[in-house]
């Protein structure tokens, strides 16, 4: 692409220059022809290679949506021969990695992670800077459908996990 401009950009200045010195007052007062900077260039240099960008998990995903999302991130893995686990124990999936592992195993891990690992929903990411502000109103929603968040005997795990999957979409579409 950017050959194709420099090429372009080339033949319009050709053309241009042409176009001046056949006009009958190219010629300077004193006969002789004008001056006409140029661009002088090394060559074209190859674009950088556009930066990978990790998927982002959204808050409205089916199962079948996750499981595509992810299936890159675990092609990679098993690709190097290792697992979920590995990358857990190597410190990539929260908590504290495993002294002693192969410097080679965690630098093939990391570039998995790195390049296939989905990223949080923003709302949840703590890179978000609203993302404390959204977990209080969707704490306020749940608390006005009668969870009391902090009394951790207020029933039925699922009912709980399916209330505040519906407070999180609820929240997030008030706040668009």
């Known amino acids: 692409m950017r050959r ?19 006009s ?8 002789s022809k004008p001056q006409v900077a140029t ?26 949506d996750e499981e595509v ?23 990539f999936h929260g908590g504290e990695p495993v ?6 195993k965690v630098k093939k891990l ?7 690992l989905p990223l949080p929903p923003w709302e949840l990411d703590p890179a978000n800077p609203a993302a404390a502000d959204f977990d209080h109103a969707v704490t306020r929603c749940l608390q006005k459908k009668g969870f009391d968040m902090a009394d951790d005997s207020t029933g039925n795990v699922a009912e709980v996990l399916d209330a505040t999957s519906d407070c999180r979409l609820s929240v997030a579409k008030d706040q668009k």
């Open 24 to 31: 009958p007052d190219a010629a300077g007062g004193d006969g």
């Open 39 to 64: 661009l002088t260039s090394a060559g074209a240099t190859p674009s950088p290679e556009p930066e990978a960008r990790r998927p982002r998990e959204r808050l409205d995903m089916t199962a079948e």
């Open 4 to 22: 194709i401009c420099t090429l372009t950009a080339a033949v319009v200045l050709a053309v241009t220059l042409h176009a001046c010195e056949s």
């Open 99 to 104: 002294a002693g592992l192969d410097a080679g």
């Open 69 to 91: 999302l992810w299936a890159p991130y675990h092609r990679c893995l098993k690709e190097h021969g290792y697992t979920q686990a590995d990358a857990k124990m190597a410190g």
């Open 110 to 116: 990391k570039a998995c992670v790195d390049r296939f």
